[in-house]
């Protein structure tokens, strides 16, 4: 570490103005990359302080903060904000305020996950590539340290309909339906969410498409996100559907 301050310190500053254009930042166990993504937004650590570069900006967050996983660095006033998780932004992200960088999230390892803000801190869900039926599904979240999606309110059902909206490719008609963690199998007609809640009335009515769930012959005890439906339906907990899996972020 030593020797590598003393190089740095020796280099030409044309050199070091190279190093601070590039666009990943490497610090020990993280990688930082550039995030152009305009629909997320920062989570600050601190309100931040004046850096020299964006590689210093994001080698300082991950040295000051343990949970340092993004940094906000402005090429202008020159000033670095460090971050946790990213979160989704409701509305596009002024992007003058300067370049993003952030650590690819951990969600269980999975590729096609998203953030979201939770009592406890961030959360993240993730679409699994399998199709399942509901059982096979809600084990299979729980042996990935999570439980099958729940949306007990408007912001997650808004987060589902971002991330996984109407499909109108009518040859592509289930890229859009997904196992929620929602089912009756224990009790006909009382609905209990993955978290063990039970689906309170008024919000039932607002999330079900209407005359739904409706037990469709006495078989359909379990619940699917239909994007373009309701959104929600119950079905055949034997039919087999991608699912979406919830969990604490980690490292
Ligand atoms: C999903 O909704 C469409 C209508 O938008 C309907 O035709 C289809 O049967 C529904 N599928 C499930 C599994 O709920
Ligand atoms: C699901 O279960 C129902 C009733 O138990 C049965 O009629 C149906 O054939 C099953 N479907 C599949 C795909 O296994």
Known sequence: MENSHNMLSSLPSVLILFFAAISTAAVPGRTFKRNTDPLVDIVPLSPGWTETSSVSCVARCAREFLTCRSALFNKVTRHCTPGSWLLPSPSA?????????????????????????ADNGVMCAWLSPRRLNYISAREDCIANQARLYTIRTDEKLELL??????????????????????????????????????????????????????????????????ASFGPLNDIPCNDSWQYICETETSA
């Open 93 to 117: 992200r002024d992007l003058t305020q300067g370049t993003l960088y952030s650590t690819a999230m951990s969600c269980n390892g999975k590729a096609e996950s998203f953030t979201y803000a």
């Open 161 to 226: 309909l971002r991330h996984y909206p109407p499909d109108r490719d009518q040859y592509h008609q289930d890229k859009d339906r997904y196992w929620i963690g929602l089912d009756d199998l224990e009790n006909e007609g009382l609905f209990i969410w993955a978290d063990g809640t039970a689906l309170a009335d008024e919000w039932k009515a607002r999330v079900f498409h209407p005359g739904q769930p409706d037990d469709h012959l006495g078989v359909e005890d379990c619940v699917i996100y239909n």
